[in-house]
């Protein structure tokens, strides 16, 4: 099946660093990539989609100069989270679809903490 | 505003025996719903899915069900397996083309004990 590899898996830094989280689709080309983040015990909350080649489209609340999104080609996604808070401790999600009407297949997340 | 609620944060089931997640959601304009599983520090995976135009769908012990005019989907297991084990994520699809996105409900953590 399609596989959705995200880099790194967990990252520990001190504030005001910037992180950037990869994702890859492996075997499939990802026309769509989307970010989620995940606080304990709730669902995933979508940040934001990019299509190859476009600027990604953020969610409401979610600061696009914060958590920068480059797509620049069709396996790989990135998001930098610049300046990193403790508040941006979260899981985030990486997911990646080929065409519309398929499935989204997901990374494995990566559990960033700041300190 | 929850869209898609699943109301039951945790549910236990026996070996062998069905295990029946529940899933409601309110946008009428939704048009295709999935189920993922979710195992802790991993990403989702997908299990099956149904468009808006049907009201059954099967994959071996997965079965999903949807309910339009109540606008409830339910995923059935069975025989639920020790494997079985994790949270399960029902997720509805709006917008189109490109612009399409899911929306997750809260998820439900399904144990299954021997």
């Known amino acids: 099946g399609a596989v959705v590899s995200q880099h790194p898996s967990r990252v520990i830094c001190k504030s005001g660093t910037s992180v950037k989280i990869e994702c890859r689709s492996l075997?499939?080309?990802?026309?769509?990539m989307f970010w989620y983040r995940q606080f304990p015990k709730q669902s995933l909350m979508l940040m934001a989609t990019?299509?190859?080649?476009?600027?990604?489209?953020?969610e409401q609340g979610v600061e696009k100069d914060k958590f920068l999104i480059n797509h620049a080609s069709l396996t790989l996604s990135t998001l930098t989270v610049t300046s990193a808070h403790p508040e941006d401790s979260s899981f985030y999600i990486c997911?990646?679809?080929?065409?519309?009407?398929?499935?989204?297949?997901f990374g494995d997340g990566t559990r960033l903490s700041i300190l | 505003d929850q869209q898609v609620k699943q109301n039951s944060p945790s549910l236990s089931v026996q070996e062998g025996r069905i295990s029946i997640l529940n899933c409601d959601y309110t946008?009428?304009?939704?048009?295709?719903f999935l189920w993922y599983k979710k195992y802790p520090a991993e990403g989702p995976t997908f299990l099956i899915s149904?468009?808006?135009?049907?009201d059954k769908n099967e994959d071996g012990r997965f079965t999903v069900f949807l309910n339009k005019s109540a606008k409830h989907l339910s995923l059935h297991i069975v025989p639920s397996q020790p494997g079985d084990s994790a949270v399960y994520f029902c997720?509805?699809?709006?917008?189109?083309?490109?612009?399409?996105?899911?929306?997750f409900g809260t998820g439900t953590r399904l144990q299954v004990t021997l």
């Open positions: 997720a509805a699809k709006g917008g189109t083309g490109t612009a399409s996105k899911l929306t």
């Open positions: 997911s990646a679809r080929g065409q519309p009407n398929q499935p989204q297949h």
């Open positions: 149904i468009s808006s135009i049907k």
């Open positions: 075997d499939f080309q990802a026309t769509t």
């Open positions: 946008n009428s304009m939704f048009d295709y």
């Open positions: 990019s299509n190859e080649g476009s600027k990604a489209t953020y």
